[in-house]
């Protein structure tokens, strides 16, 4: 077998290496119609003749991984699954359509089990007029959920990572560190809600269309995700502290990740309105150029130390 290639672009986090090997492997797979393939949040699709394009998520949620048993009812899981694929439509000003769904569930989880997370996920799924329209169920081990998303945005329009410019100011929505807050024990209320039931920002992320350069969710840790989207534009980023949750830490509001708030840029001469629809919007910094991906706070160096899958097990 030939052995492939490949640039690593100085990314250190090792999900982030794989999905660069995953992106060079396929790229002369790559079919006709195919705006943007492996990289992004959502694949982008452009059907011939269609004024929109297609966006195309997947997403895994696992037992022992993104939940527990002990602390997860079977419908927040449910919700969680499918809040997952919206976050990704959401950061590319995409209206979802269609959802695939495949549960495996292990012996213990019965009818009853099942019934709750489906009564989760389709609370959600009615909400944001996302029509499920098939999927798989099997038995495991464990508990794994894979949702599959379809949506759609204006053609040419999808919000990307890869857009961003020098000058750009960097904003966030909400406030970060609740969902890492809500694991925590003796957690309030309001910070177990916002870890157990996530509110894809669907609605912001069709206002950014027009108004940002580029955009993704914050499904890992803005530290970490901060330096994918200023990897994928080839510049810098200098941030000061974001918006804390109350009661969170700063550690959690920079690495706790699963927080679902969007993570965009717009240029210095767009004003942006300082909420929408209740959702604080704050400007936390500026795009430089500089080391393709390399992040400072308070002018600091700031290492991705949000959650990697494979940190520290690939070679």
Same mark, same amino acid.
């Given at each position: 077998?030939?052995?492939?290639?490949?640039?690593?672009?100085?990314?250190?986090?090792?999900?982030?290496?794989?999905?660069?090997?995953?992106?060079?492997?396929?790229?002369?797979?790559?079919?006709?119609?195919?705006?943007?393939?492996?990289?992004?949040?959502?694949?982008?699709?452009?059907? +011939? !003749?269609? /004024?929109?394009?297609?966006?195309?998520?997947?997403?895994? #949620?696992?037992?022992?991984?993104?939940?527990?048993?002990?602390?997860?009812?079977?419908?927040?899981?449910?919700? $969680?699954?499918?809040?997952?694929?919206?976050?990704?439509?959401?950061?590319?000003?995409?209206? %979802?359509?269609?959802?695939?769904?495949?549960?495996?569930?292990?012996?213990?989880?019965?009818?009853?089990?099942?019934?709750?997370?489906?009564?989760?996920?389709?609370?959600?799924?009615?909400?944001?007029?996302?029509? #499920?329209?098939?999927?798989?169920?099997?038995?495991?081990?464990?508990?794994?959920?894979?949702?599959?998303?379809?949506?759609?945005?204006?053609?040419?329009?999808?919000?990307?990572?890869?857009?961003?410019?020098?000058?750009?100011?960097?904003?966030?929505?909400?406030?970060?560190?609740?969902?890492?807050? !809500?694991?925590?024990?003796?957690?309030?209320?309001?910070? +177990?809600?916002?870890?157990?039931?996530?509110? %894809?920002?669907?609605?912001?992320?069709?206002? =950014?269309?027009?108004?940002?350069?580029?955009?993704?969710? #914050?499904?890992?840790?803005?530290?970490?995700?901060?330096?994918?989207?200023? =990897?994928?534009?080839?510049?810098?980023?200098?941030?000061?502290?974001? /918006?804390?949750? %109350?009661?969170?830490?700063?550690?959690?509001?920079?690495?706790?990740?699963?927080?679902?708030?969007? =993570?965009?840029?717009?240029? #210095?001469?767009?004003?942006? %309105?300082?909420?929408?629809?209740?959702? /604080?919007?704050?400007?936390?910094?500026?795009?430089? $150029?500089?080391?393709?991906?390399?992040?400072?706070?308070?002018?600091?160096?700031?290492? /991705?130390?949000?959650?990697?899958?494979?940190?520290?097990?690939?070679?």
């Amino acid at each position: 077998m030939q052995r492939v290639k490949y640039q690593q672009r100085d990314n250190p986090a090792s999900e982030g290496r794989l999905t660069e090997l995953f992106r060079v492997l396929t790229g002369s797979t790559v079919a006709s119609g195919v705006v943007l393939g492996i990289g992004d949040d959502c694949a982008i699709v452009r059907p +011939r !003749g269609s /004024p929109d394009d297609l966006l195309l998520t997947s997403d895994l #949620l696992i037992e022992n991984v993104h939940f527990r048993l002990s602390t997860h009812r079977p419908e927040d899981i449910g919700w $969680k699954a499918l809040a997952r694929g919206l976050s990704d439509i959401a950061s590319m000003g995409g209206q %979802p359509r269609w959802c695939l769904l495949s549960l495996a569930v292990k012996t213990g989880c019965g009818e009853r089990w099942i019934d709750a997370f489906y009564r989760g996920f389709l609370e959600l799924a009615r909400r944001e007029r996302t029509a #499920l329209v098939g999927g798989d169920l099997a038995r495991a081990d464990k508990i794994v959920c894979d949702i599959m998303v379809c949506g759609a945005a204006p053609r040419g329009k999808a919000l990307r990572r890869d857009g961003a410019h020098t000058g750009d100011v960097i904003y966030v929505s909400g406030l970060l560190g609740g969902s890492a807050l !809500g694991l925590s024990k003796g957690a309030t209320r309001t910070a +177990r809600r916002r870890h157990l039931r996530p509110e %894809p920002r669907l609605s912001l992320g069709r206002f =950014l269309r027009q108004r940002a350069t580029a955009a993704m969710d #914050l499904s890992d840790g803005l530290s970490l995700d901060l330096h994918r989207l200023a =990897l994928a534009s080839g510049l810098a980023a200098e941030i000061t502290a974001p /918006p804390q949750f %109350p009661g969170a830490t700063r550690d959690q509001a920079l690495n706790g990740g699963e927080d679902y708030e969007l =993570l965009f840029t717009a240029p #210095l001469s767009r004003r942006l %309105p300082a909420e929408f629809e209740g959702v /604080p919007i704050t400007r936390i910094g500026m795009m430089r $150029k500089g080391r393709a991906g390399a992040v400072t706070l308070d002018g600091a160096p700031l290492d /991705p130390l949000g959650y990697d899958h494979f940190r520290n097990i690939c070679c």
